[in-house]
């Protein structure tokens, strides 16, 4: 029985950038990069060496702490280097594409006729085993476990997030082919979490096996952990899955035509950006040329593989998150700022009424990295409860992450939240508290306790 769910905490941050709907599709670019460091929890055991040939499916390395785990290639060409950081960390491995893409031959089947056991089996082999992550923790998912529930947000509230709608707006057979897929993997319900102001797309709105919910409310009603601890929390013990619309396709993909295609649609955005655009392009590429294309203004710019709340920083000639959909550029907002708060502050943005700028509820700005301060005394100001939607103390959970106290960490709901789900909290917090970071350290801390 579908669902209905009105967020009430939360804010939407209206921003300067907004891509237009159009998409581009690129040549393929020079040179691709896989960077273990998106994957929460994995330890990279290299299975190449420099100047070995592949094609988009073979392994490029695994997972030492599961050797089934395998982290394929997006594209064919040669492996060209592999880029190390303190104490020979691996940061990426780079492939020198080919012009046209070979791709491994994986074989091809109707999901509906085969066991759990085959498709994991090829979802594993292919290296798309990774895009399936698993609450709690924020992990890929363990193929060994039967989740209680797999959800898809068919929607992303992030500011200038791209619209899934129109992004996968002709792929209806290869998503509910992976639907199909997924529906072997869980004994319990896919559900597909569609957002009430907008009337879903067909490939959602006609997707089968699936339980449709709808979704009302501003930001993180889109985040997945939201929808998740609305519609089935989580309890000790139990595992849910999840994994992003596109990447559904992926999948589909993968048992239609036998191949593992690792093309997505990105929205390149932000205030910096000339042209802000869609591309179509492949997961790991180099976003140099893509830059290039739409245009950056003049200054000191922070480019972002992802939203600006929980994104990561990258470089002009960077590459593109395993997991992110965006790339957004804003100022790096460095500068001293004359007078600061003593201003007006009409074209300032506030979560309070600061700034003059509250009168006018509907405008866009454009945002810096100017933390306006640094980190204070961190108190409860009832701040963090106006954007956060769920039934957990915010601050209570980050204090006892800070004195390591895990059984009160579970009582708080640790297994419910990731780093994402408190980036509001991050942006509106008065003491500058570094609050997903702070998360990611609890996470890890539990995991590595009870595993």
């Not at 009337?199 to 409310?217: E, L, R, Y």
């Not at 991050?426 to 003491?431: G, K």
Request: proline share 6%; with cysteine.
């Amino acid at each position: 029985m579908s669902e209905y769910i009105k967020i009430k905490q939360g804010m939407n941050l209206k921003l300067i950038g907004e891509a237009v709907k159009f998409i581009i599709d690129l040549p393929v670019a020079e040179v691709f990069a896989i960077q273990p460091s998106d994957f929460v929890g994995m330890i990279p055991k290299l299975l190449l060496e420099i100047g070995t040939t592949v094609e988009a499916g073979t392994p490029l390395f695994y997972d030492k702490n599961n050797e089934h785990l395998l982290f394929c290639a997006p594209v064919s060409g040669k492996l060209i280097e592999i880029v190390r950081g303190d104490k020979r960390v691996i940061l990426a491995i780079k492939i020198r594409t080919d012009h046209d893409i070979k791709y491994v031959s994986f074989p091809k089947a109707d999901p509906n006729s085969l066991f759990r056991n085959q498709i994991t089996e090829q979802l594993l082999q292919s290296g798309i085993w990774p895009l399936i992550r698993q609450r709690p923790y924020g992990t890929i998912a363990n193929p060994n476990d039967d989740p209680k529930a797999i959800f898809i947000s068919a929607f992303d509230t992030n500011p200038l997030a791209p619209d899934i709608d129109f992004v996968l707006s002709a792929e209806e057979s290869h998503f509910q082919t992976g639907i199909d897929a997924l529906a072997k993997l869980t004994t319990g319900k896919i559900h597909l979490n569609v957002q009430e102001s907008n009337s879903p797309a067909p490939v959602f709105s006609q997707a089968k096996k699936v339980q449709i919910n709808t979704i009302s409310g501003p930001h993180p009603a889109g985040n997945v952990g939201v929808q998740i601890h609305h519609i089935d929390p989580i309890n000790k013990g139990e595992v849910v899955w999840y994994l992003n619309p596109q990447d559904v396709v992926i999948i589909g993909k993968l048992f239609t035509e036998g191949i593992f295609d690792a093309s997505r649609t990105i929205a390149v955005t932000g205030s910096q950006v000339d042209n802000p655009k869609y591309y179509k392009t492949i997961v790991g590429t180099s976003i140099k040329n893509i830059l290039a294309d739409v245009g950056l203004k003049s200054g000191n710019n922070r480019i972002i593989s992802g939203s600006i709340l929980s994104g990561s920083q990258t470089l002009a000639d960077g590459y593109l998150g395993f997991y992110d959909s965006q790339i957004t550029v804003i100022p790096e907002g460095n500068e001293y700022e004359f007078m600061g708060w003593l201003t007006p502050g009409l074209e300032k943005f506030s979560v309070s009424r600061t700034f003059f700028s509250w009168l006018n509820p509907n405008k866009k700005y454009d945002l810096n990295t100017n933390l306006h301060g640094e980190e204070r005394p961190f108190v409860i100001t009832g701040q963090y409860e106006k954007v956060f939607p769920m039934d957990i103390y915010p601050v209570q959970l980050l204090k006892s992450i800070l004195i390591e106290d895990i059984d009160m960490m579970e009582k708080l709901g640790i297994y419910e939240v990731a780093e994402e789900d408190f980036a509001l909290c991050e942006l509106v917090c008065t003491s500058k508290i570094k609050s997903q970071e702070i998360i990611r350290r609890g996470l890890d801390r539990v995991r590595k306790e009870f595993s």
